[in-house]
């Protein structure tokens, strides 16, 4: 399994990116999807993800009703809309795949987001 981000760069507070995940593998719709983001000098923090079961979806709360995660399962694609971006969003990153049931194993190689204000 393999993950590509793109999608980021510089963008003014208030301003929107969408970020898109291309994951490679033949079992794409079974998969949980997530993003992740760190930022220099903090850990990394969980966004937003879709559950393998049901394709419910979870966001951290500092996200909710700015950031929303979608997929295309014929693309084999999902992407993070991000909306009324701050300063404080600037971070690099990542979305991350469950093939198994096992855990956030594969990783992409991370995108940059930088917020001015």
């Known amino acids: 399994v393999q993950l590509v981000e793109s999608g980021g760069g510089l963008v003014q507070a208030g301003g929107s990116l969408r970020l898109s995940c291309a994951v490679s593998?033949?079992?794409?719709?079974?998969?949980?999807i997530a993003w992740f983001r760190q930022a220099p000098g903090k850990e990394r923090e969980k966004i937003s993800c879709?559950?393998?079961?049901?394709?419910?979806?979870y966001y951290a709360d500092f996200v909710k009703g700015r950031f929303t995660i979608s997929r295309d399962n014929a693309k084999n694609t999902v992407y993070l809309q991000m909306n009324s971006l701050k300063p404080e969003d600037t971070a690099v990153y990542y979305c991350?795949?469950?093939?198994?049931?096992?855990?956030?194993?594969?990783w992409g190689q991370g995108t940059q987001v930088t917020v001015s204000s």
């Open positions: 991350a795949a469950d093939a198994d049931g096992s855990g956030y194993n594969y």
């Open positions: 593998g033949d079992t794409f719709g079974d998969y949980a």
């Open positions: 879709f559950s393998n079961y049901d394709y419910s979806t």
